[in-house]
Structure formats: structure tokens, C-alpha cells
């Protein structure tokens, strides 16, 4: 009796996680759907790098020619993704900032953030989405896999990184570690990856 008592119990406590799993995985397909509803509806803030930091410390260190290179590549770095995602991103709209503007952003300042193409604040952009997305692109730290990986991640507007089956990052590499996504394929692969999930969470 004793040992079908505790078989039993054990019985129980199986079904039990079982059903907590299928609950919590539904719940996430339920909020992947709204996710992928109001991203189409908002938009998408892209925080460009600038490099500050260590911009800001070759310039300490008397190393200004140093530091005017390096802000010459990222300017260009930055001018060559906004139009990546102008040729590449059709999901919904797309606005561009500074990460060093992130914390304005995140506080409900957006507006006064936003860049035109020529990597100008333009306070004439106005982005009337309360529930708006951030992207980045380039290395992204992934605290559930707890390492660094190139690609390109989607945040919610607190910039809390989305959780699946919502495809909220792509890597830049494939299978094969030699073998990567330039810009354009990881941005039109993205994108191309939303597309399909808001199809599939329509039927």
C-alpha cells in the first residue's frame, strides 16, 4: 500500500508540472501573438553604437587622432545601417537613435531622440506609440544562454529582450561558424522571420 501511495503521489506530481508546462508555454504563445500584433501596429527604435566609451578614453589618453578615426568609422558605420534597414526592413515602421540616448528613450523621451537619415536629431519625427520595440545589431549579450553572440535581438520598450517562440534574435553566423549573414541578409532574414511567425500565429 505504501508503495502505491508514494507511486501515486509521484503520479500526481508528474501530471502536476506536466500541466504548469502546457500552461506557461501557451501563455507564451499567447503573449508572442500580442507581441507580434503591436510590433506591426508601433514601430522599431534601432540603437546605433557610437563607441563612447572608447572614444571617450583615447581622448583622455591624448590620442585624439586615434579617437577622430574611430568616430569617422562608426559615423559610417551607422549612416551604411540606416540605410541596411531602409532597403530591408518592411515589417513596420523603423526609427533610429543613439545608445547613448537609450536612457532618455526608456524613460518616455523618444522624441527627442530620433535621427534622420543623416544622423541629425530631428525633433519633427514623432513616434506616437506608447508600446514601441528596440532592436540591436552587432554583439548582444544573451543572459539566458549567458554568453555574447553577433546578431541582431528585439526588445521590449523597458529594452527587456522578448523571450520565444516569439523569434526575437537571429545570429549572424549559420551552423557553420565560418560562414556568416552580412547586414543585409541578417536585417531581410529578420524580417523575412516575422513575417512568417505573424502568418503562422493567423491561422
Given at each position: 500500500?505504501k508503495?502505491?501511495s508514494?507511486y501515486?503521489?509521484a503520479l500526481v506530481?508528474c501530471?502536476?508540472?506536466?500541466q ?6 501557451k ?14 501596429e508601433?514601430?522599431?527604435v534601432?540603437?546605433?553604437m ?5 572614444i ?15 568616430k569617422?568609422e562608426?559615423r559610417?558605420?551607422q ?7 531602409k532597403?530591408?526592413?518592411?515589417f513596420?515602421?523603423?526609427y533610429?537613435?543613439?545608445n547613448t540616448?537609450l536612457q532618455k ?7 527627442d531622440?530620433?535621427?534622420?537619415d543623416s544622423?541629425e ?5 514623432q ?11 552587432g554583439?548582444i ?6 554568453t555574447?553572440?553577433?546578431g541582431?535581438?528585439?526588445?521590449d520598450s ?5 523571450d520565444?517562440p516569439?523569434p526575437y534574435?537571429?545570429?549572424?553566423h549559420y551552423?557553420?561558424t565560418?560562414?556568416h549573414?552580412?547586414?543585409d541578409?541578417l536585417v531581410?532574414?529578420f ?5 512568417k ?7
Amino acid at each position: 500500500m505504501k508503495k502505491i501511495s508514494l507511486y501515486s503521489a509521484a503520479l500526481v506530481m508528474c501530471l502536476f508540472f506536466y500541466q504548469t508546462d502546457l500552461l506557461a508555454q501557451k501563455e507564451k504563445k499567447e503573449l508572442g501573438k500580442q507581441h507580434i500584433l503591436q510590433l506591426e501596429e508601433t514601430a522599431m527604435v534601432v540603437v546605433l553604437m557610437t563607441g563612447s566609451n572608447k572614444i571617450n578614453s583615447l581622448e583622455k589618453s591624448n590620442q585624439q587622432e586615434k579617437a577622430d578615426v574611430l568616430k569617422n568609422e562608426n559615423r559610417q558605420k551607422q549612416l551604411e545601417l540606416i540605410q541596411v534597414f531602409k532597403r530591408n526592413f518592411t515589417f513596420c515602421e523603423v526609427y533610429f537613435i543613439f545608445n547613448t540616448d537609450l536612457q532618455k528613450a526608456k524613460a518616455g523621451n523618444l522624441n527627442d531622440v530620433l535621427l534622420d537619415d543623416s544622423l541629425e536629431y530631428n525633433f519633427k519625427l514623432q513616434n506616437h506609440h506608447p508600446n514601441f520595440y528596440f532592436c540591436r545589431i552587432g554583439e548582444i549579450y544573451f543572459e539566458t544562454f549567458g554568453t555574447t553572440m553577433d546578431g541582431i535581438a528585439l526588445y521590449d520598450s523597458s529594452f527587456n529582450m522578448l523571450d520565444p517562440p516569439f523569434p526575437y534574435y537571429l545570429r549572424r553566423h549559420y551552423s557553420l561558424t565560418f560562414v556568416h549573414r552580412d547586414d543585409d541578409e541578417l536585417v531581410f532574414e529578420f524580417n523575412d522571420r516575422l513575417l512568417k511567425y505573424q502568418d503562422k500565429t493567423q491561422k
